[in-house]
């Protein structure tokens, strides 16, 4: 079954930065397209970021010029680099994968960014 496997989260201090990796198996990760949400705590989720299979990226306002989504199809990796990071940003992230089978997606298990001095 398809595994995604988010690694990177911790805790940053304002200004700071942060790369999340997510490792993807038993998918054919270069023909979808990937996806950054976040959840914080009361806040509904959100759509941080996302990648095409041809590598086109798209940002919610909240995080363009301050995040990078990538990918490395050789490893079944996705990447989220956030950059200048702020308190805001704290929140659990996940990775995604939607297919047109599953429109929903597959969900990794998210990793905990917290932004705090």
């Known amino acids: 079954q398809v595994q995604l496997v988010e690694s990177g989260g911790g805790l940053v201090q304002p200004g700071g930065s942060l790369r999340l990796s997510c490792a993807a198996s038993e998918i054919i990760f270069s023909l979808y397209p990937m996806h950054w949400y976040r959840q914080a705590p009361g806040k509904q989720r959100e759509l941080v970021a996302t990648?095409?299979?041809?590598?086109?990226?798209n940002y919610a306002d909240s995080v363009k010029g301050r995040f990078t989504i990538s990918r490395d199809n050789s490893k079944n990796t996705g990447y989220l680099q956030m950059d200048t990071l702020k308190p805001e940003d704290t929140a659990v992230y996940y990775c995604?994968?939607?297919?047109?089978?599953?429109?929903?997606?597959?969900w990794g298990q998210g990793t905990q960014v917290t932004v705090s001095s």
């Open positions: 995604v994968i939607t297919t047109m089978k599953r429109p929903s997606g597959y």
């Open positions: 990648i095409t299979s041809g590598g086109v990226t």
